[in-house]
């Protein structure tokens, strides 16, 4: 269960759902409350995810120079070149700890600027890993459902 990654948890959370709140290729979303009382959710990374990603791109680099004049799209993108940048962008993705310091920055663009309209959930810096994120848990609106939104005086 990725939930049993996270060390030493039950003195960090009252309650810690098992159940994913949403999950995706890379990681899990747990619903929680700190000992402390705040609502929280916890992204939690895949076991053995990181190891999976670098075996694939390992494959990816042996196999783009191969692919360089003997595929007609390759003569409009650079297949090494292409391999390389998305393996920058997979690694930082797999960094949670960049993730935290990115919504950090991104808040502090708001507060500069005096954009009250988005919200960036807080990251609770002391919980936060390569592998685990723990951030604010926000409530929104369902995409499809207008009744809310208009109640809040949203354009939709």
């Given at each position: 269960?990725?939930?049993?990654?996270?060390?030493?948890?039950?003195?960090?959370?009252?309650?810690?759902?098992?159940?994913?709140?949403?999950a995706?290729?890379?990681?899990?979303?747990h619903?929680?409350?700190?000992?402390?009382?705040?609502?929280?959710?916890?992204?939690?990374?895949?076991?053995?995810?990181?190891?999976?990603?670098?075996?694939?791109?390992?494959?990816?680099?042996?196999?783009?120079?191969?692919?360089?004049?003997?595929?007609?799209?390759?003569?409009?993108?650079?297949?090494?070149?292409?391999?390389?940048?998305?393996c920058?962008?997979?690694?930082?993705?797999?960094?949670?700890?960049l993730?935290?310091?990115?919504?950090?920055?991104?808040?502090?663009?708001?507060?500069?600027?005096?954009?009250?309209?988005?919200?960036?959930?807080?990251?609770?810096?002391?919980?936060?890993?390569?592998?685990v994120?723990?951030?604010d848990?926000?409530?929104?609106?369902?995409?499809?459902?207008?009744?809310?939104?208009?109640?809040?005086?949203?354009d939709?």
């Amino acid at each position: 269960m990725v939930a049993e990654s996270l060390k030493k948890k039950e003195t960090i959370f009252a309650k810690f759902d098992p159940q994913p709140l949403a999950a995706a290729s890379i990681a899990q979303v747990h619903e929680a409350v700190l000992i402390t009382g705040e609502k929280v959710v916890v992204k939690v990374q895949r076991p053995k995810v990181a190891s999976r990603v670098k075996k694939d791109i390992k494959a990816l680099t042996w196999m783009a120079p191969k692919m360089v004049g003997r595929i007609p799209i390759t003569a409009l993108a650079n297949p090494p070149a292409l391999v390389e940048v998305f393996c920058e962008t997979i690694c930082e993705e797999l960094d949670f700890g960049l993730e935290a310091q990115s919504m950090l920055e991104v808040a502090k663009i708001f507060v500069k600027t005096n954009q009250q309209s988005i919200v960036v959930p807080r990251p609770y810096l002391s919980m936060v890993t390569q592998r685990v994120l723990a951030l604010d848990k926000m409530s929104g609106f369902q995409l499809d459902d207008m009744a809310p939104r208009l109640n809040a005086h949203i354009d939709p």
